[in-house]
């Protein structure tokens, strides 16, 4: 994935390998999006067989901004003791969705850590959308 979209070295090594992460107990939560309908596949099926067995817990969300035709699926996934990172995750995602705040680099910040990337991973992610953000602004 990381060549199709282009990302840095550092950004994005759990891509494709949340479940491998996840049951070496390397990874404590794993979250995937549809945003736009049925155009990615979330590999419930996958994760399923562990869920039943209890190994993980899975939480299902919609969420959809005012004024948008398309609500988002998200699907988390979270070793059990690790349940609050969902809920604080969800917390952060309502609010955005709902209208309440806007996005802020911390809540990018915050999504990371949760999801297990380190600080230096988190960093690196930041300097690279803050890059971005610059070059769409200035194009």
Not at 70 to 78: E, L, V
């Amino acid at each position: 994935m990381n060549d199709k979209i282009n990302l840095p070295e550092g950004v994005g090594p759990h891509e494709f390998r949340e479940l491998e992460l996840m049951l070496a107990g390397e990874k404590p939560m794993a979250m995937f999006i549809d945003e736009d309908p049925g155009v990615f596949i979330i590999p419930e099926d996958d994760f399923e067989p562990h869920v039943q067995a209890g190994t993980f817990i899975k939480w299902e969300a919609i969420y959809q901004k005012p004024d948008d035709p398309f609500a988002a699926r998200y699907i988390f996934y979270a070793l059990p003791k690790e349940e609050w990172r969902i809920e604080k995750l969800h917390t952060i995602n309502q609010a955005i969705y709902s209208g309440e705040r806007k996005a802020t680099d911390e809540d990018l910040a915050e999504t990371g850590r949760l999801l297990g990337y380190s600080e230096e991973q988190v960093r690196v992610f930041l300097q690279w959308v803050c890059r971005a953000r610059s070059k769409q602004e200035g194009a």
